[in-house]
């Protein structure tokens, strides 16, 4: 027998049943100081400004959302006048640059879906010409300007979004572009249409088209290519806007080109380099998306978790009821869950090159799925009252809704994410 050795070092000072509060952010390592100050500043003009005018422009006409009285447009001069520039993002090393838009993205997701997706899709044109350095379109098109990005038509959804036809049915046939950018010496000029999900399609100032491309032997989609046009140009003109279900905030429209004529400078890609500008917009467009319906999720979350300690059935706060308890500790777990996996694909995306679009798929799948998932049973926790447009909590499961199908609906962004598995060596 042994006689048992008395320790010689103190323990260490923790509660025998420690029970830890997590931050807004979670289980978050430690964020630069740059980072903090912009998630601070971030979430009170999410908290201040975008959710409670989310709420009133969801309850507006897709017309009243975009009317010059519209608190859109305050909202939208408030963000800008947070200075938070491409210009100033693009000084920043690339890990701390994918560390401040994580946390710039999800406090807006948080504060509101649409009104987020138009502030991304506004600045896509101006990340677009730094990401390519392109000095003349950067000059030309500041982030001042608001932007969007048309690349679906009313005949190309899914297959726009897969330029290098990697899933394409091998009965399929991708027929007649709706739109094509005819290269002519010096010029380009443009003839077609975008679909009405262009997000901030009828607003826009600058919109980055990506469309086919005829270089003299008729239009290719494959050899497509990307342009700037300045939508006051002469011969642009745009639908009504359109009238959804879900990020009402969001305004989206068709846009129309009738010889829409435009020097070459105003190209970011040309037809050898058009494969490579769909890949990095949609790898780009994916990896931003996950962090912005990380907010989103945790927006429905942070409600349904306020709800379960207010409201009391049996005498109790619900929350004191286990299921209820065990409901949120999933919905937390996927927060949590869509935040790592954003942070860590954003991450990986803006330090590599070539950056991994199938990774961006991972991200974007997963949390708008959780966004969806989170909202869902959020609304459960509210009982009757989740109903009602008196909580936030059905317009926050709409706005996730939409998420499955913008950015590429989930199940085709993953069937191309599995052709990227395929080694051929191998198999
Ligand atoms: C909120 C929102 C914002 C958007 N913003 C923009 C924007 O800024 N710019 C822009 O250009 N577009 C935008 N879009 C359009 C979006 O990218 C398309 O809606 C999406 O790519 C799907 O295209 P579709 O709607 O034409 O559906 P379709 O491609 O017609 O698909 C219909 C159904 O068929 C299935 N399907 C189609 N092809 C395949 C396939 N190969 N294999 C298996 N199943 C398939 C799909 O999964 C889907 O269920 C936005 C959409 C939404 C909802």
């Given amino acids: 027998m042994h006689a048992t050795a008395t320790p010689n070092v103190e323990p260490a000072a923790m509660p025998a049943s420690p029970k830890p509060k997590l931050g807004p952010l979670g289980a978050q390592p430690a964020l630069s100081e740059t980072a903090a100050m912009v998630q601070q500043t971030v979430h009170r003009f999410a908290e201040e400004v975008l959710r409670p005018v989310g ?112 899933i394409f049915h091998p009965q399929g046939n991708y027929g007649r572009p709706n739109c094509v950018a005819t290269l002519d010496g010096d010029a380009v000029v443009i003839n077609g249409q975008k679909s009405a999900w262009v997000s901030n399609g009828t607003i826009a100032e600058v919109c980055i088209l990506y469309c086919a491309a005829d270089s003299g032997n008729g239009p290719d989609s494959r050899r497509g290519c990307a342009v700037y046009v300045p939508m006051d140009a002469p011969g642009v003109s745009r639908g009504k806007p359109l009238d959804k279900m879900g990020q009402r905030a969001l305004n989206q429209g068709e846009i129309y080109f009738d010889n829409v004529r435009l020097s070459k400078d105003y190209l970011l890609a040309g037809p050898d380099d058009y494969l490579t500008a769909v890949y990095a917009i949609h790898t780009f467009a994916n990896s931003i998306m996950a962090t912005v319906f990380t907010g989103t999720a945790r927006s429905a979350y942070e409600l349904a978790l306020d709800y379960a300690h207010e409201r009391k059935q049996g005498g109790l706060p619900i929350i004191r009821h286990q299921s209820v308890a065990h409901r949120l500790f999933h919905l937390a777990r996927k927060v949590e869950c869509s935040r790592a996996l954003a942070q860590r694909v954003v991450h990986y995306n803006l330090t590599n090159d070539p950056p991994a679009l199938h990774a961006g798929m991972m991200a974007k799948i997963t949390s708008t799925q959780h966004a969806f998932e989170v909202a869902s049973d959020a609304l459960q926790i509210f009982g009757g009252n989740g109903l009602t447009r008196e909580y936030p909590i059905e317009k926050i499961l709409r706005d996730a809704r939409a998420s499955l199908i913008e950015d590429g609906c989930n199940e085709v962004l993953a069937i191309k994410g599995g052709a990227y598995l395929v080694d051929e060596e191998r198999a």
């Fill in 55 to 166: 709420i009133r422009l969801d309850k507006l006409t897709p017309d009243e959302v975009i009317a010059p009285d519209s608190p859109f447009w305050k909202a939208r001069k408030q963000y800008l006048d947070l200075g938070f520039t491409i210009e100033s993002i693009f000084e920043l090393e690339p890990s701390e640059r994918a560390e401040v838009l994580c946390v710039l993205f999800e406090e807006l997701g948080w504060g509101d879906a649409g009104l987020a997706i138009s502030i991304g899709a506004g600045l896509l044109p101006a990340f677009m010409a730094a990401a390519f350095g392109n000095r003349f379109l950067m000059e030309r098109f500041p982030d001042t300007m608001l932007g969007c990005w048309g690349i679906t038509e009313p005949d190309h959804g899914s297959d726009s979004l897969d330029a290098n036809r990697m």
